[in-house]
């Protein structure tokens, strides 16, 4: 006949079954991205699309205003059609303007988002924007007083993450990434190119394996130096553009891009493309010299001549030549760290051993 648990032993047991199923529905923690520059700045997202889309819808979703914008930082030619597929759980990059507002990042009032039956916030949040941001930061953003109340129709201001610090004395275009359910560490470090120690620091972690799955991480990208500062003429001053982009300036006449291979020096050509809001594309050539917008000339074993890009007025598209050292080699760094997974799992784990334990004995 089988033993009868006493009352103690009892609630401590169905305490045992109940903790691993509230230690899975645990989620993860709300990003909040260190903001200290009053200034504004360009940043990325990267949203996991949960069906099959085209890219123009998910342009929509977020309201990036250029298409050629959104399909630069994604590495995808401008001649792209806007109904171009993207398939169920890609992750696309997401371009949009930060603001530092009392100390945190937040994107500058875009994108919005109308309310349609059925919706609640915690679903606009993690379906709708693939867990880019807590529910909470919609409530507290557009001073929603009950969170179980919002209407049909009505207008919410999405608020991503985002920051315009520099990191290490770098300038880093700062990216949300969405940790992946046993990712590492070092693995996402490797993937975009930073310190593992930066990156932990970045956002206080002080142990690795307390990651969740689905929390947003603050990753700064590497950005290439231009010669368009924040003292430049022009609507896209400063120019930051995130290793392994692509950008589109000067009103489409310009096509810059950043990677390694020129130690981390913006590349600016010529794009090709139809002006947007000119006439046509003006003259690129830099001034006392034969050399045009990308062009460049050898002065020794280690340095060249570029004609550089340096902004855009009304009328002219700006350069001057900026001289590039070519044996500079990037730097590298070490990324050991042990690998990451659900909190949850290993809690659930050891519970369930509890459990096991005492059914064998009193039962």
């Not at 609630?11 to 645990?26: D, E, G, H, K, R």
């Not at 059609?81 to 875009?110: A, D, M």
């Not at 919609?138 to 520099?166: E, H, M, R, T």
């Not at 810059?256 to 010529?270: A, G, H, R, V, Y």
Request: net charge neutral; proline share 8%; hydrophobic share 35%.
């Amino acid at each position: 006949m089988a033993k009868t648990l006493p009352p103690q032993l009892f609630f401590s047991f169905i305490f045992l079954i109940l903790i691993p199923l509230w230690a899975t529905a645990q989620g993860p923690p709300p990003p909040a991205f260190k903001c200290t520059r009053k200034t504004t700045c360009n940043a990325l997202v990267g949203y996991i699309s949960p069906n099959t889309t085209t890219i123009s819808h998910i342009q929509s979703l977020f309201q990036v205003k250029n298409l050629k914008t959104l399909l630069g930082v994604n590495n995808l030619p401008p001649t792209t059609s806007p109904k171009h597929i993207i398939k169920g759980n890609s992750t696309v990059r997401i371009p949009f303007p930060c603001q530092c507002i009392n100390g945190i990042g937040l994107s500058n009032h875009v994108p919005t988002y109308t309310v349609v039956k059925d919706d609640g916030l915690y679903h606009i949040a993690n379906a709708v924007f693939g867990g880019l941001l807590d529910y909470t930061s919609i409530v507290s953003a557009n001073k929603i007083k009950d969170a179980d109340l919002i209407y049909i129709g009505q207008k919410l201001w999405i608020p991503l993450p985002c920051s315009c610090d520099d990191v290490d004395g770098q300038e880093v275009v700062h990216y949300g990434h969405v940790v992946a359910n046993g990712s590492s560490v070092p693995q996402i470090a490797a993937e975009f190119g930073i310190n593992s120690n930066t990156l932990m620091k970045l956002n206080n972690i002080t142990d690795p394996k307390s990651l969740v799955a689905g929390q947003v991480l603050d990753v700064p990208i590497k950005a290439c130096s231009s010669n368009v500062s924040s003292s430049s003429p022009g609507p896209d001053a400063p120019l930051l553009v995130a290793n392994g982009t692509t950008t589109y300036t000067a009103n489409d006449c310009v096509m810059c891009k950043c990677d390694p291979t020129n130690n981390f020096m913006l590349q600016c050509e010529p794009s090709g493309l139809k002006a947007v809001n000119w006439p046509s594309c003006p003259s690129m050539q830099c001034a006392g010299s034969s050399l045009s917008l990308g062009n460049s000339t050898i002065l020794s074993s280690c340095k060249r001549s570029t004609c550089a890009y340096a902004g855009y007025d009304k009328q002219n598209v700006l350069t001057n030549l900026a001289t590039v050292d070519t044996c500079a080699g990037p730097g590298s760094s070490s990324n050991e760290a042990p690998k990451i997974h659900q909190i949850s799992w290993s809690l659930g784990g050891i519970l369930l051993c509890l459990q096991l334990i005492m059914l064998d004995r009193f039962l």
